[in-house]
């Protein structure tokens, strides 16, 4: 059985097919890296995902349940978590109000005002922000925000975390340090699925690959596989040249 | 923010609010008519306004269905005033319009706050014209008359009223739910995406807020022997808690109350001395407001001590 897994899954927009009858599973423990050009679908596929959007056709299960017709706060409160492309924090209210929104309100259970303050410290910590936790999140570097982001999602005890380019615009000390970040965050037990551009990264810490194009999955398999693979070496390649 | 530094002052504010609190509440017997009078309608715009920024403050949606709720208030007391007590009726005014609030919410809350905003505006409009047609087919009246309650008893259930709403509002803030609404403010995406049910939420706010409303609909229209669709649904209770609060400012909610009670009295000045020139004035003093205190009253003031203070605040 399968942690997650979609079936089909297919978005438009307008003309535009952004994810076309993409079929893929996650399961528990791993780390999947979903790669791809600019526009191949990744975001919107996390969008599918946590039910930002709603697949037409397609459908998404999580645990063997069919999540496609549930709303977003469900899907979190269920255990998936996730941080965006662009941050998206709230910038006037304290860096660890902003986690507590996670934990008092992401976890799926009543929670007490203690614990879930505790829940966004411990989450702080592991990120690394607790000097700055009294500051609004507005204040922070863009690299402290996506930070606060990863934290916001942990305190909500994901059990599948979607990462959306957490290491773009870092310095290469930084990437290594987020790479060791999320090796932890698997080995508590959470799955992960992250898209990045960072190559050496994800090719690094992914235990299977999903490479999209142009709404299509094109290929999947470990970062070996994937590096020797023609078809993802022509994308990637036509990509770098424009670039 | 800043708690350390300010627990002074919040102490010394917690003393004058002491002191103002009972001040009001005693009122009626130290003075008598034109003082309570004008106190009642300070409260009740009070309450029109901070009922109205629980929802607005956090959210930034700006519902322009305040004249809605309050004058469904009126209704209510013209039903139900005489045949059930005062204290009876101003519940059922309450929980009339908490309940006509969770329906206009959850049909309209889904939308932008743009739309959102138009559409509470209609609503103002379409209940009103509903109250007129019904009125007119079954009673076969404009208006009707409304069992008058005393000044005094006016005053007091004003009071409690205003009281209980600045209450609901501090704990609001004060709460998960408060943190809720904040953050939906700030980044509604977000806040869905951690787990915040964003509708209901919102629903539930803005309910909360109408139901002081329509409380405050119902006393007033106690001290008007007539009624009618045009008095109870007037768009002024729209708009002016609207400009109050902008006046006041929204950042905490004693803006909202100094809004209120300033601009009420400005009103009543102009009314009685430049009664043709009334609007037009208002409408000056308002836009130098919005010009050169965009954070309203309270904002300026903040701004002022913080520049005497020398910026306490840390740079970011």
Excluded at chain 1, 210 to 223: Q, S
Excluded at chain 2, 294 to 302: D, E, K, Y
Aim: proline share 4%; hydrophobic share 50%; net charge neutral.
């Amino acid at each position: 059985m399968h942690l997650l897994e979609g079936q089909g899954v297919t978005r438009q927009f307008g003309g535009l097919t952004a994810v076309s009858d993409v079929d893929f599973y996650v399961d528990q423990g791993e780390i999947v890296g979903l790669i791809g050009p600019n526009g191949a679908g990744k975001t919107t596929l996390f969008n599918l995902i946590s039910a930002a959007l709603k697949p037409k056709p397609g459908k998404i299960f999580y645990k063997e349940r069919d999540i496609t017709p549930l709303p977003a706060y469900k899907i979190c409160r269920m255990g998936i978590a996730r941080t965006f492309q662009t941050v998206k924090i709230f910038p006037n209210v304290p860096v660890l109000r902003n986690v507590m929104v996670g934990s008092l309100f992401g976890t799926g259970r009543r929670i007490s005002s203690a614990e879930a303050q505790s829940k966004a410290e411990e989450a702080l910590e592991f990120v690394e922000l607790s000097s700055v936790k009294d500051l609004p999140a507005g204040d922070l570097t863009l690299a402290q925000q996506k930070r606060l982001e990863l934290a916001r999602a942990l305190a909500s005890d994901p059990e599948l975390l979607l990462l959306d380019e957490l290491m773009a615009g870092l310095t290469p000390t930084e990437v290594t340090e987020a790479m060791e970040a999320i090796t932890q965050i698997r080995s508590r037990g959470v799955t992960v699925v992250m898209i990045e551009h960072v190559m050496q990264a994800i090719m690094k810490i992914s235990d299977r690959i999903i490479v999209l194009d142009y709404g299509k999955k094109i290929a999947e398999g470990t970062p070996a596989e994937m590096a020797a693979n023609p078809q993802v070496i022509e994308v990637y390649l036509g990509e770098e040249c424009d670039a | 923010m800043g708690t350390n530094t300010f627990t002074k002052t919040k102490g010394l504010s917690l003393g004058l609010l002491l002191v103002v609190f009972v001040f009001l509440a005693v009122l009626p017997t130290l003075t008598q008519g034109y003082l309570t009078v004008l106190l009642t309608d300070i409260l009740k715009f009070v309450i029109l306004t901070v009922g109205w920024m629980m929802f607005a403050g956090p959210t930034g949606y700006i519902s322009l269905a305040t004249g809605a709720f309050y004058g469904l208030g009126f209704y209510m007391a013209a039903v139900f005033n005489g045949p059930l007590p005062f204290a009876v009726v101003i519940i059922i005014a309450g929980v009339a319009a908490f309940v006509v609030a969770l329906l206009v919410g959850a049909l309209t809350l889904r939308l932008r706050a743009a739309y959102f905003c138009i559409f509470t505006f209609a609503l103002v409009l379409l209940i009103q014209s509903v109250v007129m047609e019904v009125e007119r087919i079954v009673t076969q009246t404009r208006g009707r008359f409304v069992e008058t309650e005393t000044i005094e008893a006016a005053y007091w259930a004003m009071f409690i009223v205003a009281v209980a709403t600045l209450l609901a509002a501090y704990l609001i803030r004060r709460s998960r739910h408060g943190l809720a609404l904040q953050s939906i403010g700030e980044y509604e995406e977000a806040a869905a995406h951690s787990g915040i049910n964003i509708v209901r939420t919102k629903i539930v706010t803005f309910a909360v807020g109408s139901l002081f409303m329509g409380m405050a609909g119902a006393i007033i229209a106690t001290r008007r022997a007539y009624i009618d669709p045009g008095i109870a649904f007037s768009m002024n209770n729209t708009f002016l808690p609207v400009l109050m609060a902008m006046f006041g400012g929204m950042t905490n909610l004693i803006g909202p109350v100094i809004g209120a009670a300033v601009f009420t009295y400005i009103g009543e000045i102009l009314l009685t001395r430049f009664p043709d020139l009334y609007m037009l004035i208002f409408g000056v003093v308002l836009i130098l407001a919005i010009v050169f205190m965009p954070n309203g009253i309270v904002g300026l003031v903040q701004d002022v001590w913080r520049k005497l203070r020398g910026g306490r605040r840390a740079p970011a």
